[in-house]
């Protein structure tokens, strides 16, 4: 069996222009962007070019591109860099149940600490209804975190009406857009944002790099203290290499047209499969609201962790997870109601750049197999 790769929620390769880019910092391009000679020179430039292709992407200033180890870290110094910055004005963040880990950990470490937090239900889409955002404010609120789009089922929230309601009361707005970069629009003015995380192996950069947009005038505490790189916002020597990868990632992803082939491709396998399994296949997350890469099904009295395993050679996700002996839904899928013998058999199919026809046939040839009354 060929391998197929339809997981690029979780992480897609490095695109060949990424890597091109990224070649002169694995050899002779080593110095320091903080040093005062030729070879600091021409690193601090290159490091430059690179927020400038972040900024560019997101349709802000170069100096809001703060440079992170990755998504979880830009999320974190949203969170946490806004809650030491504004423990003045109060202590309460509001958030959605479906947030990433990487938002509801860093939330859950501020309760420790004497923060509150609102965790916001979803419905049966997944998607947040911002009049609950609204209903959520306190005199106490600091900070609103909603992420973009779920990396689970997809589903793109609000964001622009949750941006207005923020701005209304003053209150900062950050969302976790690791998921939707690179696959719809990113602009941080028109999603009404102060505060936007991007993943660089989200969008054909490399792991272990991603920014946090932040915007003009907006305090935060650095999570990382020591010298003044970043501006004060994260101490640490810059790494140039991942810092171009992410650049250069974030000049292809700009013209978005390769996703209309991508959702074309992922609406004939949801097609495929609806017409193989009619009532016994159903699709999580919203109908139109959502990636046009992902497809998140439920084959209805299965177990999508067993499924995948028949499907061998197959790298797709499941909305199912293993604690000790007893299989769990996943928080997503349980905060948005989905009844368990149909939430137990979810898979996620994430489709991209290199997907092809053939290869959504094959796995819908071989689904149609195994996943059989
Ligand atoms: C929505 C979302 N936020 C944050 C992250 C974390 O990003 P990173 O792996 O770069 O820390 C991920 C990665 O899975 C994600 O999907």
Redesign the pocket.
């Known amino acids: 069996m060929r391998p197929i790769y339809l997981d690029y ?3 897609t390769p490095i695109d060949p222009s990424v890597a091109v880019a990224m070649r002169p910092f694995l050899d002779e391009a080593f110095g320091n962007p903080s040093s005062e000679h030729w070879a600091g020179t021409s690193a601090k430039a290159a490091l430059e070019k690179a927020r400038a292709q972040v900024a560019s992407l997101l349709g802000c200033e170069p100096n809001e591109i703060v440079f992170t ?7 974190n110094l949203a969170i946490t860099g806004t809650f030491f910055a504004l423990n003045r004005k109060g202590a309460h963040i509001i958030t959605s149940a479906i ?5 509801l950990a860093p939330c859950r470490f501020l309760e420790r600490l004497g923060g509150s937090v609102t965790y916001l239900p979803v419905d049966r889409t997944g998607r947040v209804d911002p009049e609950d955002v609204r209903r959520a404010i306190t005199a106490q609120t600091i900070l609103i975190s909603v ?5 689970e089922v997809g589903t793109i929230q609000p964001i622009e009406e949750i941006g207005a309601i923020a701005k209304e009361h003053g209150i900062r707005f950050h969302t ?4 939707s970069v690179g696959k719809i629009m990113t602009k941080v003015d028109k999603l009404g944002v102060d505060l936007l ?1 991007i ?4 969008l054909y950069a490399p ?4 920014a946090l947009y932040v915007r003009r005038g907006v305090e935060l505490e650095p999570l990382v203290h020591g010298a003044g790189h970043e501006l004060g916002r994260r101490a640490g020597t810059e790494s140039v290499l991942l810092a171009t990868g992410l650049g250069a990632a974030c000049a292809l992803v700009q013209d978005l047209t390769p996703m209309e082939r991508i959702r074309t491709l992922r609406d004939r396998f949801w097609q495929a499969l609806q017409d193989r399994f009619c009532d016994r296949v159903v699709l999580n997350g919203h109908n139109t609201e959502r990636l046009p890469n992902t497809l998140n099904v439920s084959f209805v009295d299965k177990v999508g962790a067993d499924l995948l395993r028949q499907l061998d050679g197959v790298a797709a996700s499941t909305g199912s997870a293993c604690h000790s002996d007893r299989i769990e839904l996943s928080p997503v899928l349980a905060a948005m109601n989905v009844p368990e013998r149909i939430g137990m058999g979810a898979i996620r199919f994430s489709l991209g750049r290199h997907t092809t026809s053939s290869e959504i046939d094959d796995v819908v040839a071989r689904l149609a197999k195994i996943a059989s009354p």
């Open positions: 929620n979780a992480s180890s990755g998504g979880s870290e830009a999320n947030e990433h880990p990487a938002v992420m973009h789009a779920n990396n976790d857009a690791a998921q995380t993943a660089g192996h989200k792991k272990g790099v991603g």
